[in-house]
């Protein structure tokens, strides 16, 4: 499953997903799993946000060799999955490539959507949209310029929604999957925090795979995470 996210100016919130993305592949040797990013108004050329980048590395991810770019029909029509930041976002990409809206949501729309109705794929995401309308707004918004907390609190956000969401999409080829406590980084002893999923929806169990128990009221969720960028002074 092939993955682009956007925002508005790539160097924040869509990059801080396709990292978190790569790293989640990476840990659980999901080779089909992959990420790419974008925006809609992108700075293109720049690197990554200093205090994005901090956010990045703190949930496990690479914040290196990244350049922006805007967003282009093309790299609508190669994604399995387009998640966006916010609705507005979304609708644009719709805008530009109108058959791509069985497979575009905002990231919070596509957690939702998976959480309550149990569906394991894009597809299944779509069928069960428009039976699970929700009136509000799902947005994540941009941190660019505000404080490093804010950050840390859209890495949360982003990281709390998008990594079930990914473990849940491929659940019935690794139905026990679950990211593990890390050690790591940055000289001083500090551990990145943990991202324990816990598994759940309504999907069916995988073949020859223990169904889980209590499966009669399941939840896809995450555990809350210590926070990854702490605020300066």
């Known amino acids: 499953m092939h993955v682009l996210f956007v925002c508005t100016g790539n160097v924040c919130r869509s990059v801080i997903a396709e990292r978190l993305t790569l790293a989640v592949a990476a840990e659980h040797g999901l080779d089909d799993l992959t990420a790419e990013s974008a925006g809609v108004r992108a700075l293109v ?18 914040a290196n060799n990244f350049k922006a770019r805007r967003l282009k029909p093309e790299l609508v029509h190669r994604a399995d ?10 609708d644009q990409v719709r805008d530009q490539v109108p058959e791509a809206l069985p497979r575009t949501f905002t990231l919070l729309e ?12 894009v597809l299944g995401l779509h069928a069960a949209r428009d039976d699970l309308a929700y009136v509000g707004r799902e947005n994540i918004s941009d941190p660019v310029g505000l ?3 804010t950050f840390t609190e859209v890495g949360d956000a982003i990281a709390e929604a998008l990594v079930p969401l990914l473990l849940a999409l491929h ?5 026990q999957a679950t990211i593990q406590h890390r050690g790591g980084g940055d000289g001083a002893g500090a551990q990145r925090p943990p991202l324990l999923v816990i598994p759940g929806g309504q999907a069916e169990p ?5 169904p889980p128990k209590h499966a009669e009221s399941p939840n896809l969720s995450v555990q809350p995470m210590r926070r990854s960028v702490e605020s300066a002074g």
Not at 110 to 121: E, F, L, N, P, T
């Open 45 to 62: 050329g720049f690197p990554v946000e200093p205090l994005a980048a901090q956010t990045i590395v703190g949930l496990g991810g690479d």
């Open 81 to 90: 999955l387009v998640l966006t930041m916010t609705d507005k976002i979304r």
């Open 110 to 121: 596509a957690y939702r959507i998976a959480k309550v109705s149990g569906a394991r794929s």
């Open 147 to 149: 404080s490093p907390h």
């Open 171 to 175: 659940a019935h080829q690794h139905p």
């Open 206 to 210: 995988a073949r020859n795979a223990e």
